[in-house]
């Protein structure tokens, strides 16, 4: 992360509703140990410089540097057979089948791939990890290759070399004097930040008070936080209100916290970007003291203790048999992101340490509710999805990273990927005149592409530029889930607690943004507060009204993780969407996340996390159209802890479903709208699919009440 981009998030963020103390550039380190390496390139063969390969030819993709290893995937076509050659650093002890020497001095253990046969392969596509890549070919043919490849580059120790090594230098011919003795160093406890659950690992981490404490974020690709929910401060469990939302880190790839001690007491934190990556810091409080029971090591129950607040501590409990699945079918298929299920998948592209990338999209067939396939590789954390008018491909978010996928929706196979955003793309749309949007939520913009770019074979990857940029009004806003709707875009801004519609027309907000903790609380009488508004949503205009609705957890002391909905009125009748009209603020279930508009206009169905005690379930918001203020629940159904998504879908035989995700529970929720009040229709066993997120029904109801009305509808008839 440059120096620039920090000093502007460090000045400006507002995280999770709180407006933060300016933070010191030198609070962050520089990312100088990492490198994101994303290219397609055109190699051509040279004579192979190592000792004893004078009749080998080889192309170098990424050089041999003392302490650097290269992790990622690649995809080659050659103008003729090639090996793939990948290097290791010899291990003391090791005696490798083959060594590798340019220099004569330096030696890599070496390993010679042959895809395809003993002569290799004119093209391939593989995972690696090494300390050099490279094609080759043993019997001297010259060739050319293009590349593209989606990798990092890591410093094992200290900082990246530059990418040619630089000249040996003279060892000294005396070693100088050391005038004073070395100071012992201080022990630091270091909390790894990655992108696999659990999270932060250790996830519970117990030392005495004043222990330096560290958070490394090696391991990721992507932006996180280090972000206090609470401090308990004595037996009885009380809470430090100065530990609500306190922000101490922000981490790019690579970077690694400036060091914290911490004051006695338990902390939960989580990252303000993902916040269901929890974890605990205990600081001269025994675990069995604060939870009353006894254990050590791995097995203290703090991380247990601690889990209703914010549930994502892992592992989670199973809570199989589900329900029953609805007695009526629904129609097409139900395409869910999970989102922690880690594929072992031999394609799929791998972090560090080789593992693969979490993430999957699991997918229902609504005819029979069972799970028909998956799509288990090049993803990192699938957010969200949404499909092309035309049915014919998906677009799907990477949270945990920063790019687009493209998929096949007929064959469930990857077929573009690694199309470049800003850091932690969450949410996307595919509008009517095919353009694809995505909020950079870990920036303060959202990004246009030209969907016949995307969906062009003929275009790399690589080469895909967004068409157009909608920059925040505010700095670090973390667009999330925003949605679009007849050229209009309401977006919350997750980070700075604050609230917009944007004119497609006109790429800007159509007035100033809301902010959300002015707004004045019915049910406790004061201020919203902080708080974090995850999702914001437009239904269809009737009776000349449109409703604009959003999310909200509120971050407060007092009320802390309390869900909230608020309403507003950008109809013609109120003055259209640049004259938003306050209707009213319900109070919803403990952090609610997703809540849509129903195609038909008529309900609202809310995903509704759980948190401090409070169960996960989902609420029915009926939106009246002649009097908007009699907008009210009128459904409270089950859920499972971590309940999150949400979209709808057809009903065989007519009406909606609502299908409903859950973060914690492999389980998707069929919610029937034909009943009055709407009611759980059933429940869908999701087999090993963790990490429930964004829901795609395909044909999706979106904007279209009845199949009938739906473009694609006399394909599911």
């Excluded at 270091?190 to 999270?199: G, N, R």
């Excluded at 006109?506 to 995850?534: M, Q, S, Y």
């Excluded at 009040?677 to 904007?703: C, F, H, K, Q, R």
Aim: charged share 20%.
């Amino acid at each position: 992360m440059n120096k620039t981009l920090v000093a502007g998030i460090a000045a400006g963020i507002l995280v999770l509703g709180l407006i933060l103390a300016p933070l010191s550039v030198d609070q962050f380190a520089d990312a100088k140990h990492i490198k994101r390496i994303v290219q397609t390139k055109s190699f051509e063969s040279m004579q192979d410089p190592g000792l004893g390969h004078e009749t080998h030819q080889i192309a170098i993709i990424l050089p041999p540097q003392d302490g650097v290893v290269y992790t990622g995937r690649f995809t080659y076509s050659a103008s003729a057979p090639v090996e793939v050659v990948v290097l290791h650093d010899i291990k003391e002890g090791e005696t490798p089948a083959k060594i590798y020497t340019i220099d004569g001095q330096k030696k890599w253990a070496l390993s010679l791939i042959k895809l395809g046969g003993d002569v290799g392969t004119a093209s391939g596509s593989m995972s690696f990890a090494g300390a050099a890549l490279a094609l080759h070919t043993l019997d001297g043919t010259e060739f050319k290759a293009t590349v593209t490849i989606h990798a990092q580059a890591r410093a094992m120790m200290g900082e990246l070399p530059t990418m040619m090594p630089p000249p040996p230098m003279e060892e000294p011919k005396e070693k100088p004097p050391m005038e004073m003795p070395p100071m012992k160093p201080e022990i630091v406890k270091t909390i790894t930040v990655s992108e696999w659950q659990p999270w932060f690992q250790p996830s519970a981490l117990q030392v005495d008070p004043g222990t330096p404490v560290v958070w490394d974020a090696d391991e990721t690709t992507s932006i996180h936080t280090i972000t206090f929910v609470t401090r308990v401060t004595d037996l009885q469990l009380n809470m430090d209100p100065e530990f609500t939302a306190k922000t101490i880190a922000i981490l790019a790839p690579g970077d690694r916290s400036t060091v914290w001690k911490p004051d006695a007491g338990v902390y939960v934190y989580v990252c303000a970007i993902h916040p269901y990556m929890t974890g605990v810091v205990s600081a001269g409080v025994p675990y069995n003291a604060i939870t009353g029971e006894m254990g050590t090591g791995e097995t203290d129950p703090t991380v247990a203790k601690f889990a209703p607040w914010y549930p994502s501590v892992a592992p989670w409990q199973d809570q199989r048999p589900f329900r029953d699945v609805p007695e009526t079918p629904g129609v097409g298929e139900i395409w869910v992101d999970t989102q922690f299920e880690v594929a072992a998948d031999p394609s799929s592209p791998t972090g560090r340490f080789g593992k693969s990338w979490p993430g999957t999209i699991t997918i229902v067939d609504a005819a029979t509710w069972e799970v028909t396939g998956k799509v288990k590789s090049g993803l990192n954390g699938p957010h969200n999805l949404e499909h092309s008018p035309d049915g014919k491909y998906v677009i799907q978010t990477n949270w945990h990273d920063d790019y687009l996928t493209l998929i096949d929706a007929e064959t469930k196979e990857v077929v573009k990927n690694y199309i470049q955003t800003g850091f932690d793309p969450a949410h996307v749309a595919w509008t009517e005149d095919n353009m694809i949007i995505t909020g950079v939520n870990a920036g303060a913009e959202l990004q246009i592409f030209d969907a016949a770019q995307i969906t062009d074979p003929n275009m790399a990857a690589s080469d895909i530029k967004p068409m157009e940029t909608i920059k925040a009004s505010v700095a670090l806003a973390g667009p999330h889930g925003f949605w679009h709707r007849d050229g209009l875009i309401s977006a919350p801004y997750h980070l700075a607690n604050q609230m917009v519609v944007i004119g497609m027309d006109e790429l800007k907000e159509l007035f100033e943004p809301i902010k959300t903790g002015e707004l004045d609380d019915p049910v406790t009488g004061d201020k919203i507060g902080a708080g974090i508004n995850l999702a914001s949503y437009l239904g269809p205009e009737i009776n000349g009204h449109r409703f604009w609705v959003t999310t909200e957890v509120l971050l407060e002391h007092a009320k802390l993780l309390q869900g909230r909905q608020m309403i507003y009125d950008i109809g013609s009748a109120v003055g259209g969407p640049t004259n938003p009209t306050f209707v009213k603020i319900l109070e919803v279930g403990s952090t609610p996340i997703q809540s849509p508009v129903s195609p038909d206009g008529r309900y609202v169905v809310t995903a509704n996390a759980g948190g401090i005690g409070a169960p996960a379930k989902i609420t029915v918001t009926e939106l009246d159209y002649n009097n908007p203020a009699n907008s009210r629940v009128v459904a409270d159904l089950p859920g499972y802890p971590g309940s999150h998504g949400v979209t709808y879908g057809y009903k065989q035989g007519g009406g909606l479903y609502a299908y409903v995700t859950n973060k914690f529970a492999p389980v998707l929720q069929v919610v029937d709208l034909t009943t009055s009040p709407p009611s759980l229709a059933g429940e869908v066993d999701l087999g090993n699919g963790w990490g429930g997120m964004g829901v795609l029904s395909i044909p999706t109801a979106t904007y279209y009440p009845t199949l009938d009305a739906h473009p694609l509808g006399k394909l599911y008839k």
